[in-house]
């Protein structure tokens, strides 16, 4: 005969098997003939750690939780969990799971009760702040051998020492930098005559180098550690794809339906994540993923939010989320602490005029510059805290129109492009190089000779 110490933690079938109710000890009983004999069993619940891959900065904290659960994943009434950090040195982490940051690393924080456990590695972040150096950008051009395309220029903050980077006749599209500012990525190739074949290609900051890589991957984005890019595969699957940056072999993260595109890596290098186009429709889902493939989740957001750009925080704690209706948003990567950070947007009434993209980040993830739409065809760039506080908006001039502001590497200055002011013929439009300090009062104006868009600072 089978009995049990306590029946409101466990219960039995009347032969050997014992279902767990509760966490606890009990002792389970076997009687034959009189004769009696005892085991112990701890009852433990399932841990999960949540959060997924936690980063922060040195001196800041981040809260982690832990759900306790039966085998089934239904919630069981436990008592509160241990917390311990492996490397308090790195991190600490306080009795109800908020960690604290202390320098520069990786920690691994567990949560244990009965002998079950979970844990999450927690990584501390250096803020990317430095010194200001050049500044990258495209021109419109073309040639006897060529039809119109974009080359790469460089020049100095103020415009001047411009000269192209990019080979002649060759087709430059999304160039981003490394992390260390040493090499330049971008989607492009060689155009003569009616076109040609482009590839991902990396080359040197001074142009030298040229790496042209045997696949078709569009809008690449750096690992932070500068060894690989994440692309949009353009040889018909729209997926995600991983480029190794040295050799050139790549492969698909089987990202699935619809057309996968604008990956982007978190800080730390461990996720990855894409805007998902479904049924030809754009700015459709917000998805994410391990860096390998794995674990991949769409992140929900409110009912009718359509993301059609993202950007992830210096501190990798929040994306923003520039949304189809012409906000821009701050949300968790798991989609929680949603709110409008864009003045003209609330969660109760939605989006108002005018509307406003281009969102991003200063290094040290304190603040937020974006342009807007006003009205008459007229733009702004703005900046405001990522509280939502201190908002500061810089109109100019009809037609002047300036567009995706730039952070500076040490976090005072904003480039972005416009029309030339001094302009009075109004041929062609000519563009500039304009920079200005965070609170937009102290203009500079760049004139590298050429048409000059997109401007990009070297980190």
């Known amino acids: 005969m089978w009995s049990l110490s306590d029946s409101s933690l466990a219960t039995h079938s009347g032969g050997g098997t014992f279902f767990a109710d509760q966490v606890g000890t009990v002792r389970l ?21 949540g959060r997924p891959y936690p980063s922060l900065f040195a001196g800041d904290t981040t809260q982690l939780t832990a759900s306790t659960t039966d085998i089934f994943g239904a919630p069981v009434v436990a008592p509160a969990v241990t917390w311990t950090s492996g490397t308090p040195g790195i991190a600490t982490v306080s009795g109800t799971g908020l960690v604290t940051a202390q320098t520069a690393g990786s920690a691994v924080v567990r949560a244990t009760l009965s002998g079950s456990q979970d844990s999450q590695a927690v990584v501390v972040l250096v803020p990317r702040v430095g010194g200001n150096r050049e500044l990258m950008f495209s021109t419109d051009t073309a040639s006897p051998t060529a039809f119109g395309f974009a080359a790469l220029w460089i020049s100095n903050a103020d415009g001047s020492g411009a000269h192209r980077i990019s080979p002649q006749d060759f087709d430059v599209q999304s160039a981003r930098w490394s992390a260390d500012g040493s090499r330049i990525a971008f ?68 990202t699935g339906n619809g057309t996968d595109t604008r990956p982007q890596w978190s800080p730390d290098g461990r996720q990855i994540l894409w805007i998902k186009e479904i049924g030809g429709n754009t700015c459709t889902e917000l998805w994410v993923m391990a860096d390998d493939g794995s674990n991949k989740r769409k992140v929900v957001l409110p009912t009718g939010m359509r993301p059609c750009a993202v950007s992830w925080s210096p501190d990798g704690k929040e994306v923003a989320i520039e949304s189809v209706d012409g906000g821009i948003w701050l949300a968790r990567i798991d989609g929680g602490g949603f709110r409008a950070l864009s003045p003209n947007c609330t969660l109760a009434t939605g989006c108002t005029a005018p509307a406003y993209a281009g969102a991003a980040w200063n290094p040290d993830g304190t603040k937020l510059a974006f342009h807007g739409a006003e009205a008459g065809s007229q733009s702004s760039v703005n900046v405001i805290g990522r509280s939502g506080t201190g908002f500061v908006t810089a109109s100019f001039p009809t037609g002047n129109n300036p567009t995706y502001p730039q952070w500076s590497p040490d976090g005072q200055r904003l480039a972005f492009q416009a029309i030339d002011p001094a302009d009075t013929t109004g041929v062609g439009l000519p563009l500039i190089i304009f920079t200005t300090d965070p609170d937009l009062q102290n203009p500079l104006y760049g004139r590298p000779g050429v048409r000059a868009s997109a401007p990009r600072w070297r980190p």
Do not use: K
């Open 29 to 49: 009983i076997a009687t034959v003939g009189g004769v009696s004999d005892t085991a112990t069993a701890v009852l433990a619940p399932v841990i999960t750690v």
């Open 187 to 254: 989607h492009g190739g060689l155009i003569t005559g009616a076109g040609g074949s482009y590839f991902t290609n990396v080359m040197n900051f001074d142009g030298s180098g040229l790496n042209t890589m045997q696949v078709s991957g569009l809008i690449p984005a750096w690992s932070p550690d500068g060894t690989r890019l994440a692309v949009y595969l353009g040889d018909g699957s729209a997926d995600v794809g991983v480029v190794q940056a040295g050799n050139g072999s790549w492969n698909s993260l089987q």
